[in-house]
C-alpha cells in the first residue's frame, strides 16, 4: 500500500518524498519498521524525485546511525528532527544536529517544531548550523512569520526554508521561502503541486485562491490527531492503510466528516 501511495503522489506530480517525516508516525515505529519504510520508498521512487528520510532520536548516537542507515539505503537526503524527554541546551542542540550533519555526505534537512518538542532550535544555533557545507534547509514549523524571516536574514543564503504544514505556505514562499514539505500532500498532491507552482511563478493571487480552501485540511490536522487524520483521508480515498498505532485513536466519526469535508472542497475525493 506504501509503494502504490508513493507511485500516485509521484503520478500526481510532487517533486520528493519524506518517509518518517513529522505528518506520519515516525515516534511509533520500532527500528526495523522505521528501516521498512525508508526501504519501500526508496524502490518505489525509482530515482524519479529525491528521497529525504527522517532521522529523529533522543540521543545522538542513535541518530547518527539511523542517518547512516537511510544513506547507505540510498536516501538522497536527511530529515532531523531531535526528540527530547528533557530540556537540551543550545549548545547540546547543535551538537547533535552538527553530529548528523559530519555523519553522512547527503543534504540535511532541519526539522524544527517547538509544539511538540521540549527543545527548539533557537535563532543562533541555526546560524552556527549553517557552517556545515551539508545542513542547507530548514523546515520550520513555529508558525512565526517572524521567526521565518529572521531565519531567512540570517541565514544570508547559506540555507533555504522551507514552509511546513502548520504554516500558510504562499505566505512563507511570498517572504523568501524555497518551497513546503506538504504533509496535505499525502492526501492532496495533485492541489498542493498546484499551490507550489503559483507561489514560483509568482501569482500570489491565484495562490491565495487555491490556499484558502486548502487550509481546510489543516484545521481538520490541528482538531484531530494528525496521524488519525492522514490515515483517515486515505482511507476515504480507497488506501487500506489502517488506524494509528495505540495508543493513538482511530479518526472520529466527527473527524471524518470534518476530513471528508475539507477533502471534497478541494476535489480531492
Given at each position: 500500500?506504501?509503494?502504490?501511495?508513493?507511485?500516485?503522489?509521484?503520478?500526481?506530480?510532487?517533486?520528493?518524498?519524506?518517509?518518517?517525516?513529522?505528518?506520519?508516525?515516525?515516534?511509533?515505529?520500532?527500528?526495523?519498521?522505521?528501516?521498512?519504510?525508508?526501504?519501500?520508498?526508496?524502490?518505489?521512487?525509482?530515482?524519479?524525485?529525491?528521497?529525504?528520510?527522517?532521522?529523529?532520536?533522543?540521543?545522538?548516537?542513535?541518530?547518527?546511525?539511523?542517518?547512516?542507515?537511510?544513506?547507505?539505503?540510498?536516501?538522497?537526503?536527511?530529515?532531523?528532527?531531535l526528540e527530547a524527554y528533557f530540556p537540551i541546551a543550545d549548545d547540546g542542540v547543535h551538537a547533535y544536529f552538527k553530529a548528523i550533519g559530519?555523519?553522512?555526505?547527503?543534504?540535511?534537512?532541519?526539522?524544527?517544531?517547538?509544539?511538540?518538542?521540549?527543545?527548539?532550535?533557537?535563532?543562533?544555533?541555526?546560524?552556527?548550523?549553517?557552517?556545515?557545507?551539508?545542513?542547507?534547509?530548514?523546515?520550520?514549523?513555529?508558525?512565526?512569520?517572524?521567526?521565518?524571516?529572521?531565519?531567512?536574514?540570517?541565514?544570508?543564503?547559506?540555507?533555504?526554508?522551507?514552509?511546513?504544514?502548520?504554516?500558510?505556505?504562499?505566505?512563507?514562499?511570498?517572504?523568501?521561502?524555497?518551497?513546503?514539505?506538504?504533509?496535505?500532500?499525502?492526501?492532496?498532491?495533485?492541489?498542493?503541486?498546484?499551490?507550489?507552482?503559483?507561489?514560483?511563478?509568482?501569482?500570489?493571487?491565484?495562490?491565495?485562491?487555491?490556499?484558502?480552501?486548502?487550509?481546510?485540511?489543516?484545521?481538520?490536522?490541528?482538531?484531530?490527531?494528525?496521524?488519525?487524520?492522514?490515515?483517515?483521508?486515505?482511507?476515504?480515498?480507497?488506501?487500506a492503510v489502517g488506524a494509528p498505532m495505540p495508543p493513538q485513536a482511530p479518526l472520529s466519526p466527527e473527524g471524518v466528516q470534518d476530513v471528508r469535508r475539507a477533502l471534497t472542497a478541494i476535489g480531492a475525493l
Amino acid at each position: 500500500m506504501l509503494a502504490r501511495l508513493c507511485e500516485d503522489l509521484i503520478g500526481a506530480g510532487v517533486h520528493g518524498l519524506t518517509p518518517l517525516g513529522s505528518t506520519g508516525e515516525f515516534a511509533y515505529l520500532s527500528r526495523a519498521q522505521k528501516r521498512r519504510v525508508v526501504e519501500v520508498v526508496i524502490e518505489a521512487a525509482a530515482g524519479r524525485v529525491p528521497v529525504v528520510a527522517g532521522v529523529a532520536s533522543t540521543t545522538t548516537a542513535d541518530a547518527v546511525d539511523q542517518a547512516r542507515e537511510w544513506e547507505r539505503l540510498g536516501a538522497d537526503g536527511i530529515l532531523a528532527v531531535l526528540e527530547a524527554y528533557f530540556p537540551i541546551a543550545d549548545d547540546g542542540v547543535h551538537a547533535y544536529f552538527k553530529a548528523i550533519g559530519e555523519a553522512v555526505a547527503s543534504p540535511v534537512v532541519l526539522d524544527t517544531n517547538p509544539s511538540f518538542q521540549r527543545s527548539d532550535l533557537s535563532l543562533p544555533v541555526i546560524e552556527r548550523l549553517t557552517c556545515l557545507p551539508n545542513i542547507r534547509y530548514i523546515k520550520d514549523a513555529s508558525a512565526n512569520t517572524g521567526r521565518l524571516l529572521s531565519i531567512i536574514n540570517g541565514v544570508q543564503g547559506r540555507m533555504q526554508v522551507f514552509a511546513a504544514s502548520s504554516h500558510i505556505p504562499a505566505c512563507v514562499m511570498l517572504i523568501g521561502g524555497a518551497g513546503w514539505m506538504a504533509g496535505p500532500a499525502c492526501v492532496a498532491p495533485r492541489q498542493s503541486v498546484e499551490l507550489y507552482e503559483l507561489c514560483r511563478r509568482g501569482d500570489w493571487a491565484g495562490a491565495m485562491a487555491k490556499q484558502r480552501p486548502l487550509w481546510a485540511l489543516n484545521q481538520a490536522f490541528a482538531k484531530h490527531n494528525l496521524a488519525a487524520c492522514i490515515k483517515g483521508g486515505l482511507e476515504l480515498q480507497g488506501y487500506a492503510v489502517g488506524a494509528p498505532m495505540p495508543p493513538q485513536a482511530p479518526l472520529s466519526p466527527e473527524g471524518v466528516q470534518d476530513v471528508r469535508r475539507a477533502l471534497t472542497a478541494i476535489g480531492a475525493l
